[in-house]
Nanobody, 123 residues
Framework: QVQLVESGGGLVQLGGSQGLSCTASGRTADINFMGWFRQAPGKEREFVAAISRHSDTTDYAESLKGRFVISKDSAKNVVFLQMNSLKFEDTGTYYC????????????????WGQGTQVTVSS
């Protein structure tokens, strides 16, 4: 099992930037890729971005390309999500997840999840 702890959420102004981090511990050797998902009130959890553990391959939700950047520090088992030009619709709970295999766009592929961190975009 992998334990994931997110940090970095909070209140951010419209158009501003916010960085999130996710630290993995436990059976990290089982991880092949990690992803970020988010969930707004009353909406389903949606894919944000993912990154391979063994390469620099990344992927993003189409609507977020150019604004969000996922990166990692493999030595420290940390994955980051840099969010720029934030919009009201970016408000939600952001979750970090780890997976061994599957389609990284699908939440069902992920075996372990963090507790989530709230991001609120305000004016």
């Amino acid at each position: 099992q992998v334990q994931l702890v997110e940090s970095g959420g909070g209140l951010v102004q419209l158009g501003g930037s916010q960085g999130l981090s996710c630290t993995a511990s436990g059976r990290t050797a089982d991880i092949n890729f990690m992803g970020w998902f988010r969930q707004a009130p009353g909406k389903e959890r949606e894919f944000v971005a993912a990154i391979s553990r063994h390469s620099d391959t990344t992927d993003y939700a189409e609507s977020l390309k150019g604004r969000f950047v996922i990166s990692k520090d493999s030595a420290k088992n940390v994955v980051f999500l840099q969010m720029n030009s934030l919009k009201f619709e970016d408000t939600g709970t952001y979750y970090c997840a780890a997976a061994h295999k599957g389609d990284w766009h699908l939440s069902t592929s992920y075996d372990d999840w963090g507790q989530g961190t709230q991001v609120t975009v305000s004016s």
